[in-house]
């Protein structure tokens, strides 16, 4: 087989089976990879209505048909499973270099099923498959996890999951190698309610590509646009921390849980040469990247001196940063650490700002909170707290179990920062770019699934001669006009980046003018002889797309579910460019209607219209649906 591995590896952890299936040739050639593959994986093995923590759930792990390959910026990998931190789909992904090496071992996805009796690792080994026990792991952090497992196999890949997975924590992730993470939405969670504490791998076998010689020409063309791409230094100097300019010009740093959009004693915080200057070591990348938007990170003073880590990436310099009222990169390099080796989402931790709220407005006290003091820029609490969610201590059990529960013992739901059951480090009050993406996004609001981040930092004619029917206004972030167009692109154009598992920063969802569809249809034809073209390709991302909504759908979620916090509908920024704008959700609600339609969806009930999933050749998602009375016939 060419592009694709071929093989299916599932795990049945209650029967202690390990099950190899042909990949289905047709799934393949429809669903790309990974994330496509991965959901409809999801929803043919797990029941309408599975608790995301009971055994029925799966989680796949899987890599792509470029994956592996020379194709650059190809070396992701991502997840699929119910998520429990929104009830919704959790798809996540991350780079470090799993994905490729699962793919050299001879698979396309692992499918996890079931849960094992007692604590469990997972150690591939090209053909060899075992689970082996992992008593001696249960209770250790991620990162002696993967010594124990290096000491045992050798220098290998890894997934590992920390205390806060093992004990269910709501955001606890799924650590890829060391600083790598399938984050956001509660993978770690759903690993360790199947006692699986690690998965380990070594692949030796190599990727076949059908036309070599065409598609190697094709990596170079691809290399050479993406490193003479504008964005390309930045990217490859500062990683995400970039961005941190354009907010400050925009007037919407989250500062103090969204309380203020600018932080001018930040300001040196902020400015991207500063990790450069005070943590960055050298650059560092995944397997297969000409980018090197990551970076080797050591503490050179203060209280967290010598510490060290890869990664720093945007939402920890903001969950760390202006969120809680701190501005020191020793203290996020810090952080990020104790997230990485508990096995917290970076979003999960966002509940910190959430509590020193609380704590401001009196709403709780310090004997609430198991005697801490929860002031604004408190680093040692905000250590504490991670601890506390983790282990599930104190006031860190009652937060473990999610947003939700965790307002109704404390009360202030109206201050919690999320959007469509999700946390976000982005406003949406003024930019209808991030309001609708985050709104609609199947995932819940962030800006995973369909930012168009080249609104921010694309020259309008770009827009215009790519797409002329768009409206001329498409890329004004303030102005609603055009937004439905450019989400609903951006949606169906990433889902095809998460199944071939390319990473986004390399691509025009993030580079106008970088790598296109057209450009990642020849590299698949050339990789596995299968015909693509623009259209084609474009159209195996909507299908995904479209099954990953109407997953949610199936689930119990209908238009209700698209919803903004009242802290960015009823209250607003004090100063800035932004000052007293509040999100108006008639024009946004316009916008999410307008884009449900589009996608083919009603836009009252929030249901799939049947002609949608038939053009798409998505016929057995219809039987369900209309069994469940969700479906628009
Ligand atoms: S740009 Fe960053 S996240 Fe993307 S592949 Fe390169 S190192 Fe990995």
């Known amino acids: 087989m060419y592009g694709w591995a071929g093989t299916i590896l599932t795990i049945d952890l209650s029967k202690e089976q390990i099950i190899k299936e042909p990949l289905d040739m047709d799934t393949a050639e429809k ?40 194709c650059p910026n190809s070396g992701k990998m991502s997840s699929v499973f119910k998520s429990p931190t929104t009830g919704l789909i959790g798809v996540s992904t991350a780079g470090g270099f799993f994905g490729p090496e699962l793919k050299e071992a001879g698979y396309d996805l692992i499918v996890l099923m079931g849960k094992a009796k007692k604590p469990v690792w997972i150690w591939i080994d090209d053909d060899d498959v075992e689970i082996r026990d992992a008593a001696h792991m249960w209770g250790k952090t991620a990162w002696e996890a993967i010594d124990i497992i290096h000491e045992e196999v050798g220098d290998v890949p890894t997934i590992t999951i920390g205390p806060a997975g093992e004990n269910q924590m709501f955001g606890a992730f799924c650590l890829v190698m060391r600083s790598r993470a399938l984050g956001g939405v509660g993978s770690g969670a759903v690993m360790g309610s199947k006692n699986v504490k690690a998965i380990g791998v070594r692949g030796t076998k190599g990727v076949q590509v059908y036309r070599p010689d065409e598609f190697m020409k094709k990596c170079k063309e691809a290399k050479d646009k993406i490193m003479s791409h504008p ?24 500062v103090r849980n969204f309380q203020e959009g600018v932080f001018p004693e930040g300001e040196e915080f902020l400015d991207p040469e500063t990790p450069c200057k005070e943590v960055f070591v050298k650059s560092d990348a995944c397997e297969g990247c000409v980018i090197h ?60 700002a959430w509590l020193m709220e609380l704590y401001q407005r009196g709403i709780i006290s310090k004997k609430d909170v198991d005697g801490l003091e929860l002031t604004w820029g408190n680093q040692e609490a905000a250590l504490e707290v991670l601890r506390k969610m983790a282990y599930r201590e104190g006031i860190g059990d009652i937060l473990a179990q999610g947003w939700e529960k965790a307002a109704e013992e404390l009360g202030g739901k109206d201050f919690q ?25 199947v995932r819940g609001g962030d800006h995973n699934k369909a930012l168009p981040y080249f ?13 002329p029917d768009w409206p001329k206004e498409t890329p004004d972030i303030y102005n609603p006009i055009g937004k439905p167009e450019i989400v609903d692109w951006i949606e169906d154009w990433k889902c095809v980046n998460d199944s071939l598992t390319v990473c986004y920063w390399s691509t025009s969802v993030t580079m106008p003018g970088g790598t296109n569809p057209t450009d990642y249809a020849e590299l698949l034809t050339y990789a596995t002889g299968v015909e693509y073209d623009e259209k084609k390709l474009l159209e195996a991302g909507r299908r995904i797309a479209v099954l990953e909504r109407a997953f949610n759908v199936r689930e119990g979620w209908g238009r209700d579910v698209y919803q903004l916090s009242p802290m960015f509908t009823d209250r607003a920024f004090p100063r800035g460019s932004q000052a007293g704008v509040k999100a ?3 024009v946004i609600n316009e916008m999410v209607d307008k884009f449900l339609e589009r996608k083919g969806f009603d836009s009252k009930t929030g249901y799939p219209r049947k002609e949608t999933l038939e053009q798409l050749g998505l016929d057995f998602a219809i039987k369900q649906l209309r069994k469940l009375g969700r479906i628009i016939d």
Not at 39 to 45: A, D, Y
Not at 422 to 441: F, G, K, Q, W
């Open 31 to 70: 669903f790309l990879g990974s994330d496509g593959i991965g959901v409809k994986l999801l929803w043919e093995r797990v029941p309408a209505g599975t608790p995301p923590l009971d055994p029925a759930n799966i989680i796949c792990f899987g890599s792509g048909p470029l994956t592996g390959t020379f």
């Open 293 to 352: 938007c990551g970076h080797w990170c050591e503490v050179r003073s203060g209280p967290y001196k010598g510490t060290k880590t890869e990664g720093l990436e945007w939402y920890a310099e903001y969950m760390f940063g202006p969120y809680i009222g701190c501005t020191d990169w020793g203290f996020v390099t810090k952080a990020s650490v104790e997230c990485n080796n508990l096995g917290i989402g970076f979003g999960a931790a966002g509940m910190i």
């Open 455 to 467: 609104a921010w930092i694309c020259p309008p004619e770009y827009i215009h001669k790519n797409w």
């Open 584 to 586: 108006d959700m008639k």
């Open 231 to 254: 964005v390309y230094a930045g990217f490859a100097r500062y990683g995400t921390p970039q961005w941190s300019p354009v907010l400050i010009a925009q007037g919407v740093v989250p």
């Open 417 to 441: 920062p999320l959007i469509t059951r999700l946390i976000t480090t982005e406003c949406p009050r003024a930019r209808m770019d991030v309001a609708l993406s985050h709104i609609v996004s």
